[in-house]
């Protein structure tokens, strides 16, 4: 992933982020707030707004793969409706600093 596609998220969080001292967790930490972001991001589609307006089932989620370990992680972001939605992206952001 390019760092320069991670910056907006990286501005937004800097403040958490300047506080992890290891580069590569710091990186890590990164490349997940960017999955949050890009499912809050999914979910304000009209596409999607459209589907749950018309109260269709549709779920967005959030996972993110390692490549050095061959695993998917699921980063406990799972956005259903368009209830919440800036609650859901809070608390999956939260979880993502003090889980680590």
């Not at 998220?9 to 490349?31: H, T």
């Not at 972001?37 to 967005?60: G, H, P, Y």
């Amino acid at each position: 992933m390019n760092a320069d596609n991670l910056r907006p998220v990286k501005e937004n969080f800097q403040r958490n982020l300047f506080e992890i001292k290891d580069d590569a967790s710091r990186f890590n930490r990164l490349c997940e707030l960017n999955v949050v972001e890009q499912v809050f991001n999914v979910c304000n589609t009209d596409i999607i707004q459209n589907a749950w307006r018309r109260k269709q089932q549709l779920s967005v989620h959030g996972w993110i793969y390692d490549i050095k370990d061959g695993l998917l992680q699921d980063l406990d972001v799972c956005i259903s409706n368009s209830n919440n939605l800036e609650k859901a992206r809070d608390a999956a952001t939260s979880k993502i600093f003090t889980e680590k």
